[in-house]
């Protein structure tokens, strides 16, 4: 009997633990199953939001690519318009001989002060100059701004393939240590099956010990009746 109740305290101490630890393992199973989930959400948002950067950058590049190549051909136009007309100014100058000017072709009153047309001439170069110095400034922020949107993808891209690849690995070693678990699980269910067998034999066992106690107690009882009725009777004899 007491070898019984050793055995019935051992398997249920067995029981508690292994059922406290199985209780503990699918827990965590839990939690890193959420993580799984939890990440692979991040990924797909991440890249959600590459997409929409990207083709953002891309529009952004395309449109200052147009309009610097837009930009320069303004300028290209202008500079040959510019050139074109001087030209044309100056064979005209060069060619018109005004009445009554001298050698020189020039009249008394082209000699006064403020009567030359150069003034003129020179201001519509200035204009012009202007002009073509405000499309080099545009063309250079096209070209910059290209330049930063280009360094930008770039670095977004490599922070995306960073995110995804940790990602990715993370996802990878929860699901290692989840599988790791499933297998110390089914290794919990199987102690806990033989713990509640070796639980249930030891109970029968003590139960069929009581009883066949039971059944030889009054045997014993019966056998040292029968030997006092000898000792009395052997001495009533006497």
């Not at 007491?2 to 292994?18: G, I």
């Not at 890249?47 to 930009?71: D, F, P, Q």
């Not at 490599?158 to 089914?186: L, P």
């Not at 033989?194 to 107690?217: F, H, I, P, Q, R």
Request: charge should be negative; hydrophobic fraction near 30%.
């Amino acid at each position: 009997r007491r070898s019984s109740d050793l055995k019935q305290e051992e398997q249920k101490s067995t029981l508690a633990a292994k059922r406290a630890e199985k209780k503990e393992l699918e827990a965590e199973n839990r939690k890193l199953q959420d993580e799984i989930v939890e990440l692979n959400l991040g990924i797909r948002d991440a890249k959600e939001l590459r997409e929409k950067e990207k083709a953002s950058n891309e529009k952004t590049i395309s449109m200052s690519t147009a309009g610097k190549e837009a930009v320069e051909k303004a300028i290209e136009v202008l500079s040959s318009m510019y050139s074109a007309s001087a030209l044309v100014q100056d064979k005209a100058k060069a060619q018109y001989k005004p009445p009554k000017s001298g050698r020189d072709g020039q009249t008394v009153e082209d000699m006064a002060p403020g009567s030359s047309d150069l003034g003129d001439y020179e201001g519509n170069k200035a204009a012009g100059g202007g002009i073509m110095a405000l499309c080099e400034v545009i063309v250079s922020d096209f070209e910059r701004t290209i330049e930063q949107t280009e360094h930008d993808e770039e670095d977004a891209v490599e922070a995306f393939n960073d995110f995804e690849k940790d990602s990715k690995q993370s996802i990878k070693d929860k699901k290692k240590e989840k599988k790791n678990n499933d297998s110390d699980i089914a290794g919990c269910t199987d102690a806990i099956t033989e713990a509640n067998d070796l639980l249930n034999e030891a109970v029968e066992g003590k139960d069929s010990a009581n009883k066949e106690l039971t059944k030889l107690k009054p045997m014993c009882v019966g056998n040292e009746e029968s030997y006092a009725e000898r000792v009395r009777k052997r001495e009533e004899e006497d």
